[in-house]
């Protein structure tokens, strides 16, 4: 089994929506809410293409991931210090275009409070050919993901790939996964496709509101 520093090797078109939040609470005059504007897309389920494991090694740094979605974008400042090995390979996913046209599966709107994205193939099973360690995990403590958090998604110890999750509420769950990056720019639009809820009207699954990843930059 060949090994990267840490990193292991293993083997439609949406309609046009415009969804309305209400702004922060000012006294009078009353503002007209603010619009997050859904575009159309045609992204689509698909095969997650093969990106080769980038080597690991320092210096370690902070770096910006741009997400261009057909809602706007979502900015997020990665910790390429405190995550370093999650960073790299994300950074090797973004600039291979794995996550280009790919939408966000998931959403939950009780209990946990976030939007996953980041599988090619929509189903919540798919990722890259390699995987790797957690890292930079929280305490076990109350509300130990809050508002604005990044994190990994896996399927158990040391199984992370490709996709993440947004947490838009203060949220608190096992302390079992990645934590690699905080939203600065962005939130907002996220919350609105929450507000929306699920497409089977449950409080875990598809959002309604269709939202995909056009791409993703790194800087």
Not at 5 to 18: E, G, M, R, V
Not at 124 to 148: H, S, V
Not at 163 to 175: A, L, N, R, W
Request: proline share 7%.
């Amino acid at each position: 089994m060949q090994k990267v520093a840490k990193i292991i090797l293993t083997s439609s078109l949406f309609t046009f929506c415009t969804i309305y939040f209400p702004t922060t609470a000012t006294a009078a005059p009353t503002k007209k809410p603010l619009p997050v504007i859904c575009k159309p897309t045609t992204a689509k389920a698909h095969t997650a293409k093969n990106i080769t494991p980038p080597e690991v090694k320092p210096p370690f740094k902070n770096r910006t991931f741009t997400l261009t979605t057909n809602c706007g974008e979502i900015v997020i400042q990665a910790n390429g210090k405190s995550a370093p090995i999650t960073v790299t390979a994300l950074s090797a996913l973004a600039k291979g275009g794995f996550y280009n046209n790919s939408y966000c599966h998931r959403l939950t709107t009780e209990k946990i409070y976030v939007l996953q994205c980041g599988d090619p193939t929509g189903t919540g099973r798919g990722g890259p050919n390699f995987t790797y360690q957690d890292e930079n995990l929280p305490q076990d403590i109350e509300i130990n993901y809050p508002a604005g958090t990044v994190a990994m998604a896996n399927r158990g110890a040391n199984t992370n790939g490709s996709q993440f999750f947004i947490v838009y509420e203060d949220t608190s769950m096992d302390p079992n996964y990645t934590i690699w990056g905080r939203v600065t720019k962005g939130l907002d639009i996220v919350k609105a496709i929450a507000k929306e809820g699920v497409i089977d009207g449950t409080w875990d699954g598809m959002p309604k509101q269709m939202i995909a990843i056009e791409r993703v930059r790194v800087r």
